[in-house]
C-alpha cells in the first residue's frame, strides 16, 4: 500500500523568502508519480507540479520546484520568493503508474498549512 | 489542462435527505474519480467513475450511500444518500487521462448537513 507523509502540520515564512514543505512516501511500485496541490480557503485544489519516479531531472513550475530524492523516498516542495498568495494549505500526493487496478487513485499526506508574513 | 465544473458550489441540507453533485468537464477524459475532504482532513477517494458500468468504491464506502453515475466520458454524479451531520465536507471530483500525468480536481461542493 502506498502512504504519504507531511510532517509539518503548519509553516511560517517571511515574504520574499523560500521555503521548503517535506513530503515521504513509501511505496513497492517502481513506477509512480509524485504530486503537490495548493488548497486556498475556498477549498479548491490546484495542481502545482508533478515528478515521475523515472525522471531524472528534478521538477520545476516557475517558483515550484519539486526536490526528488528517491533513495530517501523524499518529494520534498520548495518555493521560490514566498509571496502573500501564496498562504494556503499544500498537499502531497502519490499515484501508481503501471496500470493497475489502482491506476490513477491518488494518495494524499496530511497536509501542511503553510503561512507568508509581510 | 481540462476545465471541470461543479454543482452545486455549497448546499445546507437537512438530515434524511440526499443531494446529487454533478461534475462536467471541458474534453474527453479517461478516468474520473470522487473524493471527500472532512473538516481539517485530507482527501479521500470515495470511488472511481467508470464509464457505462458501475462504479468502483473503495474501502469504506458503499454504492447504497454514494451512488455515482457516469453515462460518457465527460460527465458524472455522485450522490450522498440519507444524509447525516457526519456527511458534512467538500466532495471533489477529479479527471485524468491515461498516459497524462496531470490530474485535475473541480472546485468542490462545501456541503453541510444539519
Known amino acids: 500500500a502506498q502512504k504519504i507523509t507531511q510532517t509539518q502540520p503548519g509553516m511560517f515564512v517571511q515574504e520574499k523568502e523560500a521555503v521548503t514543505l517535506d513530503c515521504t512516501y513509501d511505496?513497492?511500485?517502481?513506477?509512480?508519480?509524485l504530486f503537490w496541490y495548493k488548497q486556498p480557503s475556498s477549498g479548491e485544489m490546484i495542481f502545482l507540479i508533478y515528478?515521475?519516479?523515472?525522471?531524472?531531472q528534478n521538477a520545476t513550475e516557475g517558483r515550484y520546484s519539486l526536490n526528488f530524492q528517491k533513495a530517501r523516498k523524499s518529494a520534498n516542495l520548495v518555493i521560490s520568493a514566498s509571496q502573500l498568495g501564496d498562504s494556503a494549505m499544500y498537499f502531497c500526493?502519490?499515484?501508481?503508474?503501471?496500470?493497475?487496478?489502482?491506476?490513477?487513485?491518488?494518495?494524499f499526506g496530511q497536509g501542511t498549512i503553510l503561512t507568508v508574513h509581510p | 489542462s481540462a476545465v471541470i465544473s461543479q454543482k452545486p458550489s455549497r448546499d445546507i441540507c437537512q438530515r434524511g435527505t440526499s443531494l446529487t453533485i454533478q461534475c462536467q468537464v471541458d474534453?474527453?477524459?479517461?478516468?474520473m474519480f470522487w473524493y471527500r475532504q472532512q473538516p481539517g482532513q485530507s482527501l479521500t477517494l470515495i470511488a472511481t467513475?467508470?464509464?457505462?458500468?458501475?462504479?468502483?468504491?473503495e474501502s469504506g464506502f458503499v454504492i447504497d450511500k454514494f451512488p455515482i453515475s457516469r453515462p460518457n466520458l465527460t460527465f458524472s454524479t455522485l450522490t450522498v444518500s440519507n444524509m447525516s451531520p457526519e456527511d458534512s465536507s467538500i466532495y471533489l471530483c477529479?479527471?485524468?487521462?491515461?498516459?497524462?500525468?496531470?490530474?485535475?480536481f473541480g472546485p468542490g461542493t462545501r456541503l453541510t448537513v444539519l
Open positions: 477529479s479527471v485524468a487521462r491515461k498516459w497524462d500525468h496531470e490530474q485535475f
Open positions: 511505496t513497492s511500485d517502481q513506477s509512480y508519480g
Open positions: 515528478q515521475g519516479s523515472y525522471d531524472e
Open positions: 500526493a502519490m499515484r501508481e503508474l503501471a496500470g493497475g487496478t489502482s491506476y490513477g487513485k491518488l494518495t
Open positions: 474534453s474527453q477524459v479517461t478516468m
Open positions: 467513475a467508470n464509464q457505462g458500468s458501475e462504479a468502483t468504491y
